[in-house]
């Protein structure tokens, strides 16, 4: 793979981002959000096999404001227990300074920068995110309607709330082929949640599926945590997959 780090110049500062691709050929590009513990090798590793299929991956540092890809990266297991509760103290301080206005603002910086890379082409982006991230992926298919194509949200959290611009609601603007791989009992998207955003989705006639992953629990697709699952992992990676090779053309 050909990666490297870039620059974006977002609304209140830099922020790196990861770019994969297989090769120096024009591909159709895909923006990657970060789940809640940041960039790290385990969002390398995922973003280097998308590419593998054939597109230009570029994974931004949604965090930026609060410091660098590195400064906020974990330092220790996140399969222990204890270091994971210390770590997600911070990382859930960070989450919740990330209003809604706020992402709003960084989403179209992000496509934008994506847009402008040179060996992106075709006819529209797609759009994959993890946790947190499975929210900014539905708010950046309602905002950016006309470029994105097909978004995708796995163990997504909080994807239902009683703002109005709550991102289930956002979402109902997208024109893109939508994706929603709910975790199993998960508190941050009970199933009342989920009722909620496939009626609104309905409602708004727009193309999606939501199902929930038996047995998964949040953070399913994380190899460096004790929630990682690899069957549902797997079962995501081939979903997204054909998500994106029938909605993207070269």
């Known amino acids: 793979m050909l990666s490297s780090t870039i620059e974006i110049e977002?609304?209140?500062?830099?922020?790196e981002a990861y770019i994969t691709r297989p090769d120096d050929s024009a591909r159709p590009g895909v923006l990657f959000f970060m789940d809640a513990l940041g960039l790290r090798p385990r969002l390398f590793e995922m973003a280097d096999r998308i590419a593998g299929w054939g597109f230009v991956v570029m994974v931004p540092n949604a965090f930026y404001r609060h410091g660098s890809a590195e400064e906020?990266?974990?330092?220790?297991?996140?399969g222990d227990p204890e270091y994971r509760e210390q770590f997600m103290g911070g990382a859930m301080d960070r989450i919740r300074s990330l209003g809604s206005g706020l992402a709003t603002a960084d989403v179209h910086q992000y496509v934008d920068r994506l847009l402008e890379l040179p060996d992106v082409t075709g006819n529209g982006i797609g759009v994959t995110g993890y946790c947190m991230g499975a929210g900014l992926a539905l708010r950046t298919a309602g905002s950016r309607p006309d470029e994105v194509k097909a978004a995708a949200g796995f163990h997504g959290g909080n994807l239902v709330t009683?703002?109005?611009?709550?991102?289930?609601?956002?979402?109902?603007?997208?024109?893109?082929?939508?994706?929603?791989?709910?975790?199993?009992?998960?508190?941050?998207?009970?199933p009342d949640?989920?009722?909620?955003?496939?009626?609104t989705f309905d409602t708004a006639g727009l193309l999606y599926t939501s199902e929930v992953y038996p047995g998964a629990p949040h953070g399913y697709t994380m190899s460096d945590t004790a929630s990682y699952r690899a069957d549902a992992a797997e079962r995501h990676f081939e979903t997204l997959e054909g998500l994106f090779r029938e909605s993207l053309n070269p």
């Open 162 to 190: 009683d703002s109005p611009d709550s991102p289930h609601v956002v979402a109902t603007r997208a024109r893109a082929r939508l994706y929603l791989g709910h975790a199993d009992n998960d508190r941050s998207m009970p």
């Open 72 to 78: 906020l990266a974990p330092q220790g297991d996140l």
């Open 10 to 15: 977002a609304g209140h500062g830099v922020a």
């Open 193 to 199: 949640k989920i009722e909620i955003l496939e009626q």
